[in-house]
């Protein structure tokens, strides 16, 4: 099983960006869908969470600059990321989960985010 993160890249301190998550159709319908990152020695980090009734869910310290969302026809889910921080660097990653979105079944392969100042 396949799911494929992208829309990583350099961005300044304070910048934007959309990560974009692409989702097998079979998955997308009934699994629930969440993005993390890991920076380098550190854990992997939960970031939001998407049902697939699309009800969304966040930790409390991510809810103010990552937005996720999703595209049905596309079998999409996104994340939008603003007023980045050098602290955002990591690789973000996708993960899919017949459970709660933090305890995926399936990754994805991640995309790399790197914020400069």
């Known amino acids: 099983v396949q799911l494929q993160a992208s829309g990583g890249g350099l961005a300044q301190v304070g910048g934007s960006l959309e990560l974009t998550c692409t989702v097998p159709?079979?998955?997308?319908?009934?699994?629930?869908v969440g993005w993390f990152r890991q920076a380098p020695g550190q854990e992997r980090e939960f970031l939001a969470g998407?049902?697939?009734?699309?009800?969304?869910t966040y930790p409390d310290s991510m809810k103010d600059r990552f937005t996720i969302s999703r595209d049905v026809a596309k079998n999409t889910v996104f994340l939008q990321l603003t007023d980045l921080k050098p602290e955002d660097t990591a690789i973000y990653l996708c993960?899919?989960?017949?459970?709660?979105?933090?305890?995926?079944?399936?990754w994805g392969q991640g995309t790399q985010v790197t914020v400069s100042s």
């Open positions: 998407i049902s697939y009734a699309g009800l969304t």
């Open positions: 993960g899919a989960a017949r459970g709660v979105p933090t305890v995926p079944d399936f």
């Open positions: 159709r079979w998955i997308f319908g009934s699994y629930n």
